[in-house]
């Protein structure tokens, strides 16, 4: 996968319902390519579908994470770009503080996990990253608004 593929898939996670035009416009590019690019990629597995993810989905990446990354200079788009075109990229979070962002990363098994920050780690502009396991999950329950 290029650095177009991945921009690809970020702008699908972001809006999987996008039509082809969105897309191409988006990403600057022409309608078919966009949709050869995206042949391409359900073709090799890299797109495995289109669908609706649940909470009740991520029990089939039950090793979760957050990884907390510093990033040099003002490539903060194009960073979050890459780290959303990574699949057990769940979610991308620009904050304040010591960190830039944040991934939520889900995969299948710890070996999985270590590949993934090994892949975040190499892209250009991360300069160190701080990764925490999510142990367990408890949620508030839900509150009356008065």
Known sequence: MDDTDQALIAELRRD????????AGRL?????TVRARMERLQAAG????????????????????LMMIAIEGRGAEK????LSGL???LAVHSTNGRWD?????????????????????EIDGVVTS???LLLSTRRAAPRKIA
């Open 87 to 89: 699949p057990a990229v």
């Open 130 to 132: 701080e990764t925490n």
């Open 28 to 32: 600057g590019l022409a309608r078919a």
């Open 46 to 65: 890299e797109i495995a579908g289109f669908t609706v993810v649940t909470r009740g989905d991520v029990a089939s990446a039950p090793v979760r994470a």
């Open 79 to 82: 960073t979050m770009a890459r």
């Open 101 to 121: 962002l944040i991934a939520e990363i889900g995969t299948a098994s710890l070996p999985d996990l270590d590949d993934v920050m090994f892949r975040v780690r």
């Open 16 to 23: 999987g319902r996008a039509s082809l035009s969105e897309l």
